[in-house]
């Protein structure tokens, strides 16, 4: 092979291990949206259902403001098992795309590279230790008219995990309202 196919074959390994380290770093990305959800059902209704079916995926009610008709609900969300080994497989292909590489570059080396797949697992834990943390899903409940039906509706701004709430949306049958802001 001609050098400037091996040192062109390196740059673009290179640049795609750029773009794994940030798929990996993005595999723990906080992705909290805030949505208007409405019901037909009754507040005190709603609100029990939703305590049940919070407490159901293991939330705890954290605080309840009266006040401003606002309850925050906490829980631990687990990391994925096999999100875990996916990165550690992900990372171990892209390291010997990498190790080839540079034994074509260096056939003498080459040997001495492939202990660079033993940083492979670090991707696996990265993920572990970041991806298992404290989540809050908060609920503030309204009373809406319903513009159509001239009928008096619930609607909730819910700020949670986007996983969390086409779950929840899906579970209970609400209905997409106004977005009331997107998180990251």
């Known amino acids: 092979m001609t050098t400037t196919i091996i040192y062109s074959t390196l740059l673009l390994t290179l640049l795609l291990l750029v773009g794994l380290f ?3 770093k993005a595999s ?13 059902q009754p507040q005190e209704s709603l609100f029990a259902e939703l305590q049940q079916y919070f407490t159901q995926r293991s939330y705890r009610v954290a605080s309840v403001d009266a006040a401003q008709n606002q309850v925050t609900f ?14 550690t ?3 171990a292909v892209g390291i010997l795309s990498l190790v080839l590489v540079l034994s074509i570059l260096f056939p003498n080396s080459g040997i ?3 202990g660079l797949e033993l940083l492979s697992p670090l991707a696996g834990v990265f993920y572990w230790q970041k991806a298992g943390r ?16 001239q009928v008096v509706q619930s609607a909730i701004a819910v700020t949670a995990h986007r996983d969390e709430l086409a779950a929840l ?11 009331v802001r997107e998180g990251a």
């Open 89 to 91: 497989l992900l990372a």
């Open 134 to 149: 404290q989540e809050q899903v908060s609920l503030k409940f309204e009373d809406v008219l319903s513009e159509q039906t």
């Open 112 to 114: 001495v590279f492939l």
């Open 22 to 24: 940030f798929f990996i």
């Open 169 to 179: 949306q899906q579970a209970l049958g609400l209905k997409p309202g106004d977005d």
């Open 74 to 87: 906490v829980g631990f969300v687990r990391p994925s098992w096999f999100m875990a080994i996916f990165l």
């Open 28 to 40: 723990v990305k906080d992705r909290t949206q805030a949505v208007r959800l409405i019901s037909e």
